[in-house]
């Protein structure tokens, strides 16, 4: 072989070699938002593989914001928070820890997940998010819906991957692997991780698979790995209705007033179902076509607001008589595009959930017998799921998680997403959980003085239950205020 030719071939293979992999670290560098500048706030990135089970994996970059303790000498094991989803930004509103309680002792961690709004890379489907915002003012429903988010979704991967974006690396899985990672480079050695609704199952997988640096765990609105979502979506808000009007027909003063609430409830959404209610609504530059799924999802919206709870028999009554300005402030309140990152969400969400769901379970939620107007709290179709096409989850993801570490477990009385049942079920295989309920509340329901009074308690100890009579002296819902001015 001549000399040159030896040399090309030798540098040819030289230049085709793998590209080193991706070593975990953390950047320091500028906050993804504006955070106080009064405060010590330190900023960086999470430097990961997108996908740990391939060697030439590219690196991604997540947002890492920590609030610094104020206290002189801070508590060595610092709380990493996540925020629900999947898809949400967990630093986008996280730009002050002045009345952050848990400060006082130690640091508060907050990571950005993989794949949403300022990861890099983010795993937008703007076509997805402005379809959500028209199912939201009516404009479009039932199957036309369906469709035309299957065909988004399709258009969205499609875009995705040409970018080079691997959708099979945004999974559960691997974004516990970012906060061990995380962990690791920040130098902790255990810490406190507290999640809330999706996040509950993020944290869950992390205690599967790092045990090791977890010290205690607080879970919020739980949602557990082995639970199908999908099939019980409108189930669990109907529960949350029923305690409504059970709520309110028990209370002398909104039972005398209100007699028959579930047959006006029934009526105001049939009614809107046949004749949309005209309360002269516009979203996105078109009047909005308000159905009975426009009015179930603003009672949903209402179910959220511990304060709302207990004067939703009186929206229902003046909606059914024709007055609808409590009605109107709260459609009002949930138009526009959605705030997801819906490929981080398809890609979690069609990786562990769909695969081991049942289609026909699903379909039932939307059936008009549920009475809900056809209204679809479910997170994504098995059309849509097809349309993502990504790898399913081995099957220990759909599987209780069992450990040790201390627990604090908080649910909402009326959470119409993730039932009190559902943080119940962790004392089966967590012996050192400590179930808190919170009557009045709803999801989120730690997110209080008397929550954060408890979570406080039990991150000084957590090896013993915390005291919590300031959630055992609560009152709950006074169902009276829907009849006082």
């Not at 996280?94 to 309680?101: L, R």
């Not at 003012?137 to 299957?150: E, F, I, K, P």
């Not at 209100?258 to 609504?281: E, I, S, W």
Request: proline content about 8%.
């Amino acid at each position: 072989m001549p000399l040159f030719v030896a040399v090309l071939l030798l540098s040819w293979k030289a230049g085709a070699a793998e590209p080193a992999p991706v070593v975990p670290r953390f950047e320091p560098g500028a906050c993804a938002v504006e955070v106080a500048a009064s405060e010590r706030i330190d900023c960086g990135f999470l430097v990961v593989p997108e996908n740990r089970h391939k060697a030439d994996s590219r690196p991604i970059r997540l947002p890492v914001t920590i609030f610094r303790s104020r206290a002189a000498k801070p508590l060595a094991d610092p709380v990493l928070f996540m925020p629900g989803g999947p898809g949400l930004s967990a630093v986008e509103h996280m730009t002050s820890g002045k009345n952050n309680a848990l400060l006082d002792e130690r640091d508060y961690v907050v990571l950005e997940q993989r794949g949403v709004k300022f990861a890099q890379p983010s795993l937008q489907c703007p076509e997805t998010t402005t379809l959500k915002g028209e199912i939201a003012a009516g404009r479009l429903r039932g199957v036309a819906a369906t469709t035309a988010l299957t065909q988004a979704a399709g258009r969205c991967r499609a875009t995705l991957t040409a970018s080079g974006v691997d959708l099979d690396g945004y999974t559960s899985e691997a974004s516990a692997d970012d906060i061990e990672d995380l962990r690791k480079v920040l130098g902790v050695a255990r810490w406190n991780l507290y999640g809330v609704s999706y996040s509950t199952r993020l944290m869950l997988t992390v205690l599967r698979r790092h045990p090791e640096g977890v010290r205690s765990i607080v879970l919020d609105s739980v949602l557990p790995p082995e639970v199908n979502f999908d099939e019980v979506s409108a189930t669990n808000v109907l529960r949350v209705l029923n305690q409504v009007f059970d709520g309110c027909a028990v209370d002398r003063e909104c039972g005398a007033r209100y007699p028959d609430l579930r047959a006006r409830f029934a009526k105001l959404v049939a009614d809107a179902d046949r004749r949309p209610l005209n309360l002269a609504l516009r979203a996105a530059g078109a009047p909005a076509e308000v159905r009975g799924a426009q009015v179930v999802e603003a009672i949903y919206s209402a179910m959220h607001e511990p304060v709302q709870i207990p004067r939703i028999p009186r929206l229902i009554v003046d909606a059914s008589e024709g007055r609808f300005e409590a009605l109107r402030g709260l459609i009002s309140g949930n138009q526009g595009p959605s705030a997801m990152a819906w490929g981080m969400r398809y890609s979690v969400w069609c990786a562990e959930e769909l695969p081991f769901e049942d289609a026909g379970r699903i379909a039932a939620q939307l059936s008009p017998a549920m009475g809900l107007g056809g209204v679809n709290e479910g997170t994504a179709s098995p059309q849509e799921c097809r349309a993502w096409n990504v790898t399913a989850a081995p099957a220990v993801e759909n599987t209780p998680v069992k450990s040790d570490v201390p627990a604090l477990v908080f649910a909402g009385e009326f959470d119409p997403d993730t039932p009190p049942e559902w943080g119940h079920r962790l004392l089966d295989s967590m012996p050192n959980a400590y179930p808190v309920d919170m009557r009045g509340r709803s999801h989120a329901a730690s997110f209080n003085t008397c929550g954060v009074s408890i979570v406080k308690a039990f991150l000084q100890d957590p090896s013993h239950p915390p005291a919590v009579d300031c959630a055992l002296k609560r009152r709950g819902a006074d169902f009276s205020l829907s009849v006082r001015p």
